[in-house]
Every structure is written in structure tokens, then in C-alpha cells.
């Protein structure tokens, strides 16, 4: 078994474990009305469609680079767009943790971006 099969495996039921033991502790209905918004036209406000989007463009970076170490640079301009959008939004939501950590993934992104055309 490879190293990327077992840490998969591995690392899969070990999330799987941490999940199931929050959603109890949260409570199962609790969280499955939590996802229900996701089909409830209600939910997707301009900001809320910007958070999916950029929380979606983090995760096709995070996901590739941290298990696999590939890193899709081009995607990073889809979250600099975001991150900056989330930031000037975030008057519907104006949360120290929200502002600063976009602030970081516009650092970030402009660091993977001006980084791709000067090793290029």
C-alpha cells in the first residue's frame, strides 16, 4: 500500500471519527437543518453565493496541495477575487475572523500568483 493510499485511508476515518463525534454533540438534526439551507432559495443571498464560491475555490487549492502537494496556481486568482469580494461584502457580516483571514488568502493568493510568473 502506498504512503498517498494509507494517509487517505488513514486520515479519511480519522476525519470520519472527529465528524461523527461533533455532529452528536452538535445534534443530528441540528445539522441536517443546517445543510437543508443549501436547497432553500432563502439562503442564497449575493453574500452567501460569495462565501460558497470562495470557500469552494479554497478548497480546490487546500485539498490538491495538502494531500497531494499539487498546487493549481491559475486557481488562486479565483480566490483573490473572492477573498477581496468577502472583505468589501462583509458588512452583512462583519467578523474580526472573516476580515482577517481573507486578508491573508489576498496575501496568499498574490504571493502564488507573482510566485508562477517569476519561476516561470
Not at 6 to 28: K, R
Not at 64 to 92: C, D, E, H, M, R
Not at 95 to 105: M, R
Request: hydrophobic share 55%; aromatic share 18%.
Amino acid at each position: 500500500m502506498s504512503i498517498i493510499t494509507q494517509q487517505l485511508i488513514i486520515g479519511s476515518l480519522f476525519a470520519l471519527v472527529c465528524i461523527l463525534t461533533v455532529y452528536s454533540t452538535v445534534g443530528w438534526k441540528a445539522i441536517k437543518d443546517c445543510y437543508k439551507k443549501f436547497l432553500s432559495k432563502d439562503y442564497w443571498t449575493d453574500y452567501n453565493t460569495v462565501e460558497f464560491a470562495s470557500w469552494l475555490a479554497k478548497a480546490f487549492i487546500i485539498v490538491p496541495g495538502l494531500v497531494f502537494g499539487i498546487q493549481f496556481w491559475w486557481l488562486y486568482i479565483f480566490t483573490l477575487g473572492t477573498s477581496l469580494t468577502l472583505i468589501w461584502a462583509s458588512n452583512k457580516k462583519l467578523l474580526p475572523t472573516l476580515v482577517g483571514f481573507n486578508t491573508i488568502w489576498v496575501w496568499l493568493s498574490c504571493m502564488a500568483i507573482v510566485g508562477h510568473f517569476i519561476n516561470s
